[in-house]
């Protein structure tokens, strides 16, 4: 639909968008400037509907403090992390946290209830026989970590998207924030979250996902660093707030992903 734009007081649309591109970090400059570089695309990425001189500086602004958001905006479902053939899994696969494996937390599977929380329609817990029930999906993935080291892992769980839907979240929603049995913790956006390949982890290699991997739950995320992808997890909350991380609130970078 064709849509009428009018004037804006004290504004140079094709200055604005200009400054814009400049502003922004590859890959998403190239996105911005591919897809047409319109005062649409400026409003979508910043979220600032630009009628003025104080909008159209307060956009500007927000592009240039907002690298992790605008490539989080332009984050597609359609790129898939490469996937690889069984004869291709690490073993042993390695234990990665900021304790050394002996103090992982142990979860007793039993009393185990998955706390389902914020902007959802169905706050009921969910036990592990309810989660084991949920359609499996499956992946062979390489999962890298920061530290340096990368590895190729089989799991099997739940896709997240699906379970979402299943408790009514609300998906217009920014974050999702995962609690962790130790205190570990971790936001992701909402693009991520439904991601095809982002998963509800129940199983290592068709095994019941073994103590060091995340017992009983993991959220595995192939589009994203090591980090990102919380073992133990035992609470998500869908929110418009960014609740942090553990690693990410001693600055590392809050996307760290494709
Ligand atoms: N609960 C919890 N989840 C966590 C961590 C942690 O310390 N606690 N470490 C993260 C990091 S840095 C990495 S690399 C991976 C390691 O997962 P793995 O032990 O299955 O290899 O878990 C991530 N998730
Ligand atoms: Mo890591």
């Not at 400037?33 to 009628?51: E, Q």
């Not at 500086?57 to 989080?72: C, P, T, V």
């Amino acid at each position: 639909m064709a849509r009428i734009r009018k004037p804006i007081p004290g504004v140079d649309p094709k200055l604005l968008i200009k400054d814009a591109g400049k502003l922004l970090p590859d890959p998403t400059r190239r996105l911005f400037l591919r897809g047409g570089a319109s005062l649409g695309a400026l409003t979508f990425l910043t979220g600032c509907d630009i009628v003025d001189g104080l909008s159209a500086e307060k956009a500007l602004r927000k592009i240039s403090e907002f690298n992790d958001g605008a490539q989080a905006l332009l984050f597609s479902a359609a790129k898939l992390a490469p996937t690889y053939p069984q004869s291709a899994i690490t073993r042993p696969f390695p234990f990665n946290a900021y304790y050394g494996p002996d103090d992982a937390p142990e979860v007793d599977g039993k009393d185990y209830a998955l706390e389902v929380g914020g902007l959802v329609d169905n706050k009921k817990k969910w036990t592990l026989d309810e989660l084991y029930a949920l359609p499996e999906v499956s992946q062979i993935t390489r999962h890298i970590c920061v530290e340096g080291w990368s590895a190729i892992g089989s799991w099997q769980g739940a896709r997240l998207s699906d379970f979402l839907q299943r408790v009514g979240a609300d998906t217009r929603a920014k974050y999702v924030w995962f609690q962790c049995a130790e205190g570990y913790s971790n936001t992701i956006d909402m693009p991520t979250a439904l991601h095809p390949q982002t998963q509800m982890t129940f199983k290592f290699d068709n095994q019941i996902l073994p103590r060091a991997y995340g017992y009983p739950m993991k959220i595995r995320m192939p589009t994203k660093l090591g980090f990102k992808n919380p073992k133990y997890v035992v609470a998500m909350h869908v929110t418009n707030t960014d609740l942090g991380g553990y690693w990410e609130n001693q600055g590392y970078n809050w996307f760290s992903g494709l």
